[in-house]
C-alpha cells in the first residue's frame, strides 16, 4: 500500500492484503446455528427457551409418535414461543387444542421437569 500526496491512498498490485491477514474466525469452531439451534434439536433444549419453531417440532413429534390426525391441533393457536408455552395452563392448552389439550399439557410437563 502506498500514500500518495494530498490523502490519496493506491493498493501496489504486489500486496494482496486480503491473503496476509488473519480471519478473524480463525481457531473459532463452526458450528450449524440452523439445524443445531432452530431445527431438530428441541428435544435437547428446554422447554423454556424454545423458539416458536421448535415448538412447532414437537407439537409434530407428538402428532407423529401418537399418530395423530394433524387436523387435531391448531398449529396456529401455538404459534408462541416456549416461554409462553411453558406458562400456559391445563385449561388454556385444552381451549387451545381441544381434546388433545391433555396430551400436550402432561407431555410438556414431563418435558419440563425430567427433560
Known amino acids: 500500500m502506498i500514500l500518495e500526496g494530498a490523502g490519496r491512498m493506491s493498493i501496489n498490485s504486489s500486496s494482496n492484503l486480503l491473503h496476509q491477514q488473519p480471519s478473524w474466525t480463525d481457531g473459532y ?9 432452530y431445527g431438530t434439536q428441541w428435544h435437547e433444549i428446554h422447554p423454556q427457551y424454545w423458539t416458536k419453531f421448535q415448538v412447532w417440532e414437537w407439537l409434530q413429534h407428538l402428532l407423529d409418535t401418537n399418530q395423530l390426525d394433524a387436523n387435531c391441533i391448531p398449529f396456529q393457536e401455538f404459534d408462541i414461543n416456549g416461554e409462553h408455552l411453558c406458562s400456559m395452563s391445563l385449561q388454556e392448552f385444552t381451549q387451545a387444542a381441544g381434546t388433545a389439550g391433555q396430551l400436550l399439557y402432561s407431555n410438556l410437563q414431563h418435558l419440563k421437569w425430567n427433560g
Open 29 to 37: 469452531s463452526t458450528c450449524n446455528v440452523t439445524s443445531s439451534f
